[in-house]
């Protein structure tokens, strides 16, 4: 069996069809959720709620690896407990993406989090 392939998307200046149609293409399993908060955002669209009715079992929110400084190096929530989940969560999957609104990976933790997992796997 393959590895998993972990993706990052941020929906930050997107329009919601645009940022469905990307996660599409992509071909991702699960959409994992890295935000400390996904109850208030952009017109519902990215919610917690909305991500659940729009994606189904495709999304799931890990708030342990939410983070509580908006700075980078980050500070997670839980790093230990999140990164767990997230480890179980790759289990028998081809490709997950994890989200957050910053639309530049290179600016959000979820940046950090990619590189975190892959070091792991190495």
């Given at each position: 069996m393959a590895p998993v392939?972990?993706?990052t998307i941020g929906y930050g200046g997107k329009k919601p069809t645009d940022f469905f149609a990307?996660?599409?293409a992509l071909g991702v399993d699960l959409v994992v959720d890295v935000r400390e908060n996904p109850f208030k955002a952009f017109l519902?669209?990215?919610?917690?709620?909305g991500l659940e009715v729009?994606?189904?079992?495709?999304?799931?929110?890990?708030?342990?690896?939410?983070n509580t400084t908006r700075e980078l190096p980050p500070t997670l929530v839980d790093e230990a407990e999140g990164m767990r989940k997230l480890r179980a969560l790759m289990e028998g999957r081809h490709r997950i993406a994890l989200l957050c609104a910053e639309k530049d990976e290179a600016?959000?933790?979820r940046g950090f989090i990619k590189a975190k997992i892959l070091a792991e796997k190495d």
């Open positions: 392939e972990v993706v990307e996660i599409d519902g669209v990215y919610t917690k709620r729009r994606l189904g079992e495709r999304y799931t929110w890990v708030k342990e690896l939410g600016m959000c933790h």
